[in-house]
């Protein structure tokens, strides 16, 4: 039998089957002792084989499909490991509020180049319209202009005036989504929203921090009944980059992309070296001064994103 993980709690799957039925599986122990790198050998998106215990009516995965993508992060800070959010993406959903909590611009752009990397094509939903007042909206129109310019799709929300979510009801139909974005900046409750039957729990922002609390533990993900799935993510506060050539960076930003090799040097940086093409188009605002502060963020590893 075949099926769809669709949850991973550590060393048990909730796998879905074609006619939409949930089993719990768990792994043969040669994954396990593999000795992959990464912390999950199986995960959310994955396509499965599976066949069944008759003493327990629990499965035991013992093929993974090849995947047409995966999109993957530190497992943290100090681990050489690294953790698998989801595979078999159609598009990523970069949830962000610039206030109430702060999305960082070196965030999405973690993010951006990650799914360049992986050739997942990324949309960012800019949350919370409503609140985004007295200075806001400037703020919020600036950062939209920004990314656009580069040529990734935005969206406006707001779950209080409904402005933005049939928008966001036809980009999701009839696809796998993953939707990623920092606790507290309305994920679960947006999606709620689109797809009430979710009923996905939801938080509430600290007010010492500002910050979002945690209310998804695992990724997970839900079938729409409109048409597609999506994943549901934990709440990231940080995404720190993995399988990254450093030299290669500059390859993931869209806008860099035309002017990779008219540099004076074929290993060129970037960041200081003399006749420079990235850096003579930021000076000339072809590339935004943001864009390129996040670029050399992530070179030198500094945590730009929290």
């Given at each position: 039998m075949h099926g769809i993980v669709v949850k991973s709690t550590g060393s048990w799957y909730q796998v879905r089957k074609e006619n939409g039925s949930l089993i719990p599986c768990r792994l043969k122990g040669k994954f396990r002792l593999s000795g992959i790198k990464h912390t999950n050998p199986v995960t959310v998106g994955d396509v499965i084989e599976f066949e069944m215990e008759p003493e327990s009516g629990n499965g035991i995965i013992n093929k993974i499909h090849e995947r047409k993508n995966h999109i993957i992060r530190k497992a943290n800070n100090l681990s050489k490991q690294t953790h698998i959010i989801a595979s078999n993406l159609d598009q990523i959903l970069i949830i962000v509020t610039l206030a109430y909590p702060k999305t960082s611009l070196g965030f999405i752009d973690?993010?951006?180049?990650?799914?360049?990397?992986?050739?997942?094509?990324?949309?960012?939903?800019?949350?919370?319209?409503?609140?985004?007042?007295?200075?806001?909206?400037?703020?919020?129109?600036?950062?939209?202009?920004?990314?656009?310019?580069?040529?990734?799709?935005?969206?406006?929300?707001?779950?209080?005036?409904?402005?933005?979510?049939?928008?966001?009801?036809?980009?999701?139909?009839?696809?796998?989504?993953?939707?990623?974005?920092?606790?507290?900046?309305?994920?679960?409750?947006?999606?709620?929203?689109?797809?009430?039957?979710?009923?996905?729990?939801?938080?509430?922002?600290?007010?010492?921090?500002?910050?979002?609390?945690?209310?998804?533990?695992?990724?997970?993900?839900?079938?729409?009944?409109?048409?597609?799935?999506?994943?549901?993510?934990?709440?990231?506060?940080?995404?720190?980059?993995?399988?990254?050539?450093?030299?290669?960076?500059?390859?993931?930003?869209?806008e860099m992309q035309p002017l990779i090799g008219k540099c004076k040097f074929n290993n060129c940086k970037h960041i200081n070296e003399p006749d420079c093409a990235i850096q003579a188009a930021v000076v000339s605002g072809e590339i935004s001064e943001e864009r390129f502060s996040s670029y050399l963020s992530i070179i030198s590893n500094q945590d730009i994103y929290e």
């Amino acid at each position: 039998m075949h099926g769809i993980v669709v949850k991973s709690t550590g060393s048990w799957y909730q796998v879905r089957k074609e006619n939409g039925s949930l089993i719990p599986c768990r792994l043969k122990g040669k994954f396990r002792l593999s000795g992959i790198k990464h912390t999950n050998p199986v995960t959310v998106g994955d396509v499965i084989e599976f066949e069944m215990e008759p003493e327990s009516g629990n499965g035991i995965i013992n093929k993974i499909h090849e995947r047409k993508n995966h999109i993957i992060r530190k497992a943290n800070n100090l681990s050489k490991q690294t953790h698998i959010i989801a595979s078999n993406l159609d598009q990523i959903l970069i949830i962000v509020t610039l206030a109430y909590p702060k999305t960082s611009l070196g965030f999405i752009d973690r993010l951006l180049i990650t799914s360049e990397a992986y050739h997942i094509p990324a949309v960012i939903v800019f949350n919370k319209k409503d609140l985004m007042i007295n200075g806001w909206e400037e703020v919020v129109d600036h950062t939209i202009k920004l990314y656009e310019k580069i040529g990734y799709r935005c969206i406006e929300t707001s779950t209080l005036s409904g402005e933005g979510l049939s928008e966001l009801k036809a980009l999701l139909t009839g696809k796998t989504t993953l939707v990623s974005g920092h606790s507290g900046v309305g994920k679960s409750t947006l999606l709620n929203f689109v797809e009430p039957t979710l009923n996905l729990k939801t938080g509430i922002i600290s007010n010492y921090s500002k910050k979002g609390q945690h209310t998804t533990t695992f990724a997970e993900m839900h079938p729409l009944s409109f048409g597609g799935f999506i994943v549901d993510t934990p709440g990231i506060r940080e995404f720190g980059l993995v399988d990254f050539d450093m030299a290669e960076v500059s390859h993931y930003f869209k806008e860099m992309q035309p002017l990779i090799g008219k540099c004076k040097f074929n290993n060129c940086k970037h960041i200081n070296e003399p006749d420079c093409a990235i850096q003579a188009a930021v000076v000339s605002g072809e590339i935004s001064e943001e864009r390129f502060s996040s670029y050399l963020s992530i070179i030198s590893n500094q945590d730009i994103y929290e």
